[in-house]
């Protein structure tokens, strides 16, 4: 649900904010007052295409945000937002988008920018905008099937159907992947067998290289290592004075001037610490420089042993280190099993299958029926109620179309054996044509808001926003398609952009639209109407006059009528 909107610098509007409510939310105002502009930065926030001629003449930028609360039952959302690490807080989102005179623009929902088609995605599980230049979900043939599912109950059903047809689609996709292999399984057999027994010839052990090349590199300079460890154990040990006589030489004296100040014990004591450092120091050196040798013939050995090493790693290992060629070895492994059993994996694969392909076919008749049955009620509900809404003469079908047939079986696709496209005649004597080819925005609104009494409980989106709804009716029809939005307003949010007081008089939240002028400039306002200013809009609406006593009194009777 929208909670609050803000607009700046989009088109006239120069700074606006405000709040709504659930229920029905009525935008009047003048014609040419500015309503389009605010339907115009809703549908921009909406994710519709745009471009920099949407700023404020004088400013840099457009931009236009909304905190918008979600339901915790619509899952849809839910799962875009968390999909994409978008935490929602408080059950609320806050949507960002604004457009400079470059032509650039961003996108932020909470503080993640994202895509114009993210945006559009996302909002679109959110808000349904219906009017002129709107992205009516209506003309899209996917909702269609959607819409009829709902009103069927076999939503669920036809999930679980798309989820087993996918399952079918990857099973094929490895069946014929399977039989394109068994092509090449021979030669690659024999070149995962080669691989592994290149590998096991050459016996490796983790971490060999690392190990192999410090062995090199000492045994490529043994002369001045054995020259540098014999200087430090001359300096440590064995001249005279050596580190070591000097230290326990100083270690005595100052324990014998500690035993007379006692101030110089911790002196004493460190020295002592350096005495006993340094006669372990003099142990490892005589221990490494006693098990130095050299081994004519060993650094040939190594080089070749790391010249191995360095091809298998660039040929297994992708040029890491030793783990890396022993996984390559283990996965060659499992692919050498994988292949040896493809016969058997590929007829258990046939069958699973033939099994699958029996399901969905049962599950897909089953659907058709519950289609059929659902697309003749469905017709025949919105037809009645598009008769009230001032459309006398519409025809409303569902069309159920088979896919076609394939060696003397109907196809299947995701969704079951056929295609659903809502089909309408809007005058008397036409034949049933596709929604999309309606020309009037007022008459597709009027569909939506009979769908949408039709299906009001079972929609997971939130705002429903009709724009030229009230276009080319009045009188009876203005009452009926007032009494449908006030219904659709006790389940879901609704904006509704009219003219007819007999309609603004349903509100629940009552706004008005108008233009400012000051200082050599025009503004666009947006202020809710309460008391005594929606009584003089409503008599406005009806005569023209909002100070007339007529218009006054008729529009004081319609607000106790619908109050």
Partial sequence: MLEELNVRNYALVDNISVSFEGGLNILTGETGAGKSIIVGALSFLLGAKTDSAVIRTGSDEASVSAVVSVSPDNSDVLDWLAGRDIAIEDRRIIVRRNIKTSGRSSIYIQDVPVSRTDLEHCMGLLFDLHGQHSHESLLHKEAHRKYLDRFAGIEEEAAEFNGLFMNLAEKKKTLETSAANERDRD????????????????????????VLEMESKRLASFEKLAGYTNAAAAALFEDEPSVLSLSRRIKASLENAAAIDGDLAARQQRMADLYYEAEDMAEEVRAYRDALHYEPGRLEEVEERLALLYRLRKKYGKGADEDAILAYRAEAEAEIDALSNAGENRDRLGAEIALLEKDLVGRAQAMSVKRRDGAAKLGERISAILKSLGMPNARFAVGINPRGQAEGQRTIGPWGAEDVEFLISANAGEPLKDLSRIASGGELSRVMLAIKTVLAGADTQETLVFDEIDTGIG?????????????????????????????????DNHLKVEKKTGGGRTTTVISVLAGVTRRGEIARMLAGDAGGAAALAHADELLGKYK
């Fill in 475 to 507: 009188g009876e029809v203005a009452l009926a398609v007032g009494d449908y939005l006030k219904k659709i307003g006790g389940i879901k949010q609704i904006f509704c952009v009219t003219h007819l007081a007999s309609i603004a008089v349903r509100a």
């Fill in 187 to 210: 030669a690659r057999l024999e070149i995962l067998r080669y691989s592994i027994e290149e590998i096991d010839n050459a016996a490796l052990k983790s971490g060999e290289s690392r």
